[in-house]
């Protein structure tokens, strides 16, 4: 029997040599397995199966991409089980469109009568462009609606909204940024002509 595996030069030929010799080697003329070749045709049909579905028409998330979204939902998770509410966290909530839409609800409801609901301010400053009087970075802005400016007329929205709510509000905002934008810090906000720059006291009770 020869044994494929036995490569001395005195082994038994074995089927049909090819004609040429390279520098003294020959070839024998060989069928491809079958096994090989069903791995090769099943490799192709996967390939363009694969191509048609994550590429092609898009109908699945390349892994990739998908890897990424998961891993950007799960550190949102967990700085916000852990409690900790930083820029790189605000960030994140920025592109989660769930976080986004809880933020504008808030936003609409409770700070749109003085920031307008487009954010290009009114009594409270423009929020959407590059002019910041606190601070251009998420936290900069959290710690504002979070602890307010009194004598300018910002409520503190801490006790009222709660971090949770904060954090979405503040999301809301920066998804209309983009993280290293340039940022410039203004003394102060003009209102339009006819706004009062602060509110009317409450009416004495
Ligand atoms: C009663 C009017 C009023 C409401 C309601 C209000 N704001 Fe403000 N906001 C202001 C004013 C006025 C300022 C400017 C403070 C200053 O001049 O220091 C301000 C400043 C800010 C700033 C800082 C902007 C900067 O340039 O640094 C942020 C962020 C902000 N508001 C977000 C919010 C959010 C979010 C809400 C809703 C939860 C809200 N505001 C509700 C009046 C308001």
């Known amino acids: 029997m020869n044994n494929p595996a036995d490569?001395?030069?005195?082994?038994?030929?074995?089927?049909?040599?090819?004609?040429h010799s390279f520098d003294g080697i020959q070839e024998y003329d060989k069928r491809l397995p079958r096994w090989w070749l069903l791995t090769l045709y099943g490799a192709m049909?996967?390939?363009?199966?694969?191509?048609?579905?994550?590429?092609a028409y898009s109908i699945g998330?390349?892994?990739a991409l998908a890897l990424e979204k998961e891993m950007a939902e799960n550190a949102v998770l967990a700085a916000q089980k852990s409690g900790v509410i930083d820029d790189d966290t605000l960030w994140k909530?920025?592109?989660?469109?769930?976080?986004?839409?809880?933020?504008?609800?808030?936003?609409?409801t409770t700070c749109a009568v003085c920031h307008k609901p487009d954010m290009t301010g009114l009594i409270g400053p423009n929020l959407v462009d590059h002019e910041w009087i606190h601070g251009g970075k998420p936290m900069d802005a959290f710690k504002t609606v979070n602890e307010g400016?009194?004598?300018?007329g910002m409520p503190a929205w801490g006790p009222m909204l709660?971090?949770?709510?904060?954090?979405?509000?503040?999301?809301?905002?920066?998804?209309?940024h983009k993280p290293g934008e340039e940022v410039i810090i203004v003394p102060g906000w003009t209102p339009p002509p006819g706004v009062m720059a602060i509110p009317p006291p409450p009416p004495a009770k």
């Open 7 to 19: 490569h001395s030069p005195d082994a038994p030929l074995d089927g049909d040599l090819r004609p």
């Open 45 to 55: 049909v996967f390939a363009v199966i694969y191509w048609a579905y994550y590429h």
């Open 61 to 63: 998330t390349p892994p």
């Open 93 to 108: 909530m920025s592109l989660d469109p769930k976080i986004v839409s809880a933020g504008k609800l808030t936003f609409d």
């Open 149 to 152: 400016v009194l004598v300018k």
């Open 162 to 176: 709660g971090r949770q709510k904060i954090s979405e509000a503040v999301a809301y905002i920066f998804s209309h």
